[in-house]
């Protein structure tokens, strides 16, 4: 895994890249590693809805808590998709993009997980964008995971087509493919069907085995 995936301190961290290569576990890894590390961090994880959440990032989360065996130094509350750490009193809290009120209603986010971020809007984005304020122990941070499905969506448009500069001094774009993943490489049938791809569908085969931008 890339090293510049934990080394992100920039407001906007955009991971992009095919299917398998480790984008969604890279964040869960830093997540933990903060949350061990740094006093008072408040992490929330977003999807479009809450339901999605819970079988992604919180369930990916708690299992690479126990995979590194690291369960005595948190508590959950598995219903609520909460994760807090009592040595340093930082948190995981989720919320769905289908209630937008209770995001609104955010107290003093430090960092926000938007995974499928391709699935959001713009206007969810710049909602999320605006509860990063105040005083912060370590960094804000808005990361965006997700496959580079389409030119046509906003994230395209907005970090790639014509950013600012201003945006791109505060932006880290943070590409990976299936053979960043060394746990991917080794599961040789889903190799083999990635790049199968090439024989079936090229537009497919360029977003989930390359990890480019598709085209429509």
Not at 34 to 42: V, W
Not at 163 to 176: C, F, G, M, R, V
Request: aromatic residues 12%; proline residues 4%.
């Amino acid at each position: 895994v890339s090293q510049s995936r934990y080394d992100s301190r920039k407001r906007y961290a955009v991971m992009y890249g095919s299917a398998g290569s480790g984008k969604s576990w890279a964040v869960a890894q830093k997540h933990i590693i903060r949350m061990l590390s740094t006093p008072g961090e408040r992490f929330i994880f977003v999807r479009n809805t809450g339901k999605s959440i819970r079988d992604s990032q919180f369930k990916l989360t708690l299992d690479t808590i126990n995979d590194c065996g690291l369960s005595k130094y948190f508590q959950y509350k598995v219903n609520e998709m909460e994760i807090y750490c009592p040595h340093t009193g930082s948190q995981i809290l989720s919320k769905g993009l289908d209630d937008v009120e209770k995001l609104k209603s955010l107290a003093s986010p430090t960092t926000i997980w938007i995974e499928e971020a391709s699935e959001t809007s713009y206007e969810d984005f710049d909602q999320l964008d605006l509860r990063l304020r105040g005083g912060c122990p370590n960094y804000f941070q808005i990361t965006l995971s997700l496959n580079p499905v389409s030119k046509m969506n906003w994230i395209y448009k907005h970090f790639f087509l014509k950013p600012t500069p201003e945006l791109l001094a505060e932006t880290d774009i943070i590409h990976s493919t299936y053979k960043d993943n060394p746990f991917m490489m080794q599961d040789h049938d889903y190799v083999r069907t990635l790049e199968n791809l090439q024989n079936q569908d090229i537009s497919y085969y360029n977003v989930y085995a390359l990890g480019n931008w598709g085209l429509s």
